[in-house]
C-alpha cells in the first residue's frame, strides 16, 4: 500500500491574486487577472492580453538574499521562489541556515523555459563578443533546474532536488512525482509545484500558432471562455504555484494543519496515435489516465463530487468533457461539477498544474465549488452530454469530498489526480 500522503503546506503567486487567501477569495468572488499587455501590442502580436501575475506590491527582500536580488533573477524565477517559499511557511516548516540539510526534505519544481529574458541578453552579448558581461549567474537563471535550485538553497533541502518538464501537465505530473518518493519512503516530505515566465518571448510561440484569441484586446475580462459556445483561444497566463506533500505519519508527529489527501494518480501518453498529435491529445489515453487515476486511488467514479478540468478555452473543450463521461460512465446530472480556473487566470502553461491544484485543493478546505467565468453561453456540444447545472457559472456551496484535477499537454502527454478532503483527527 505504501504510506498515505498528505497536502499541509500551499503557496500561489497567480495572474488574478498573489498569496493563499487572496487567491481563494479571487477564485470564489471571479475576480479577473487578464490584463492588456502594451508590450504586446508594440510587437505587433494578434492577441494583446495576458494572465500575469502583480508582483509591485511584494517585498522580494523577503524572498532573495541581496546578491540574489542585485542579479534580477527573470520572472519564472521569482514566481516561483514566492510560491514555494510561502507554501514552506504555510506549513509550518523552519528556513534553517545554520544546520546541516534537511536529509528528509526535498523539492520537485517545474518548468517549460526558465528566465528566456536574461538568455536572449545573453545570446545578445555572446553575439557582440561581450562574453564577460554575461555575469556570474547567467547560468543558474537559464538552466531548467535553476528553479528548484535556488529553492533547495533557501530551504535547505538535502533529498531530492530536482525540476521535471513535460508542457502543460508539468505541476500536475510533480504532484504525483512528489506522491511516489513518499509513498515509497524516500522522502518525508516534499516541496512540488511549478512556475512560467511571464512576457512575449513566452507567448509568442502561441500567437504564432493562432490560437489566441484576437477579438478580446480591449475586453480582457471576458477573453478567456472555458466551456462557452463563443471560447476563441486561450489566453496565455503565467505564474507559479506550490504544494508541500508529507507523511501522513510526519505531519501528525508535528501536529501539522492537513488541507486534504492525495490518494493518487497516473500519468500517460498517447502516443501521438489514434487522432493525437503534438497539440492534440489521443482520447482514449486521456480516458485511460483518468480510469487507471480512479484504479490507483482506490475509489468509484461515482464518488468524485468534481473536477478541475484541463479546459483551456479552444474547441477542444467539448472533447475533454466527453473523455471525461466516458471514462467516468456518468453524463447528465450523474456527473460530477466541473470547472476551469483559466476563465480567470488564462492558461500559465507549465505552471497550470500547480496553481489549479492549489485552487481544487482549497475547493475542499472551503466547502465550495467555484463558478465558471464567461460560460453563460455553455456550448451545446457538452450541454449534449452533461446537464446545465454541472457547469455552475457562479461559486456554489458545498462539501466536495473528493476532486479529480487532470491536465493534458503539447507532445500528447497527460496526468490526472485525486485529492480527497481528509476527515481523521490530528
Known sequence: MGKRVVITGMGVCAPNAVGLEQFKSALSSGRNGIHFQQELQDLKFGCQIAGKPNISTVDLNKYFNSVQIKSEPGSGLVYGVIAGTDAWKDADLEIKNDSEPDWESGIIFGTGLLGVDRFRESVLHIDQGQVRRLGSTAVVQTMASGISAYLGGILGCGNQVTTNSSACTTGTEGILMAWERIRQGSAQRMLVGSTSDSGPYIWGGFDALRILPRAYNDNPDKASRPMSATATGFVPGSGAGALVLE????????????????????????????????????????????QQSLEVAGIEAGEIDAINGHLTATSKDAEEIMNWSIALGLRAKEFPYINSFKSTIGHCLAAAGSIESVGAVLQLREGQVFGNVNCHDLDPAIEDIIHRSRVPENTIPGSPEIIAKASFGFGDVNACIIFKKISEEI
Do not use: D, F, H, K
Not at 255 to 284: D, F, H, K
Open 247 to 290: 507523511s501522513l505519519e510526519s505531519a501528525r508527529n508535528r501536529r501539522a494543519r492537513i488541507y486534504a489527501e492525495v490518494l493518487g494518480g497516473t500519468v500517460n501518453s498517447g502516443g501521438q496515435r489514434q487522432g493525437g498529435s503534438m497539440t492534440a491529445p489521443n482520447p482514449y489515453a486521456v480516458q485511460r489516465c483518468i
